[in-house]
């Protein structure tokens, strides 16, 4: 007989899978990144803030909730949601590297911000992952464009580019990262 | 008393874009209150330098514009021979290293044009105060700390450029 898994402790490779797709879906990651700020939140309220058409938005709440990343906070009509926050870190060759809810947040924005989606376009989501931790040092004064720009091989404008981008999202998740 | 604004990349970055509305919002605040952007040569380098963020929306700036009309100009390049710019650097390349927590070899005159831009501008009289736009929080706080060290106690306006900055800006800035 199956056990139902623990709550916040899905086996790591099914919650790959479920990550992929996050990182895969803006609009998904969107969603989740929303109910992880503002939740317990009902889908209604989701969709007065996110642009999302409604048949979508519930497949996606239904979807993390089958992956464990949201659950209902409320049975009854109307639902509330709220999320788990992920930390997931993966490791191949030495190479190391962490997806976090601001990970998610920043991937989200890719559909509103043309700048993150062109810099995912030519470096990665990894790349972006490691502009992220940059933009966090940026926020606080502790790096400037110019030192970012060469200690991740860019040219000066195309770093304070991504750094200017990714500041919403490191502010909003500042707290988070410390 | 003559006030010189200096204006970093970061300034053109949050101006880029299809959305041209903030670009026209400073090019008006500019123009309306009689003033000039001043650009270090190392920004003026750093704006044009780079063929691939042509493809990022903000790469997109319209700043030739403001040189064209005249409301944004390549500041003179740096005095090294001139002992405050070359002492004021060397201070500021330690101060950025502490702030940013990085190795002093590791910054650059890039990282410090600004603060010696600054502080050539004040000892030459060309200014007598001096603000400074831009998004470098580490350059804008050795400006800050810095310069009064010398004797520029108040003629130091360091000025971040979020874009809530730019949105809100107005002529009344520059007076």
Redesign the interface.
Known sequence: MAQSPPRSGRPPIQQLQTVANLLETPALARLYAHILQHGPVTVSEVLDELDIPQGTAYDYVQNLETAGLVEKTRDQRPYEYDAESIALTLSTDGETQTITPALIAAVARRDED??ID??IE?HGVDGLAVALEYAY??V????????AA?ELDL????A??I???LEPVATEYADAAT | MTTVYIADTGVFVRCGGPDRDKFQRLRRAVRQAGISLRVPQRVYEELGGDPAADAYPSGNMPYPDGFEEGWIVVADELDYSNPLVSTVMDEARRFIANETDRDEDSIEKADTALVGLAAQLLDTANADNIVLLTTDKPAGRAVETLLPQHGFGDCIDFRYVSVEYLETLTANHFR
């Open positions: 043309e700048d062109v810099y030519r040092e940026y606080d004064g502790t790096v400037n464009h110019r030192i060469r040219s000066a404008l195309e304070e580019i750094l200017q981008a």
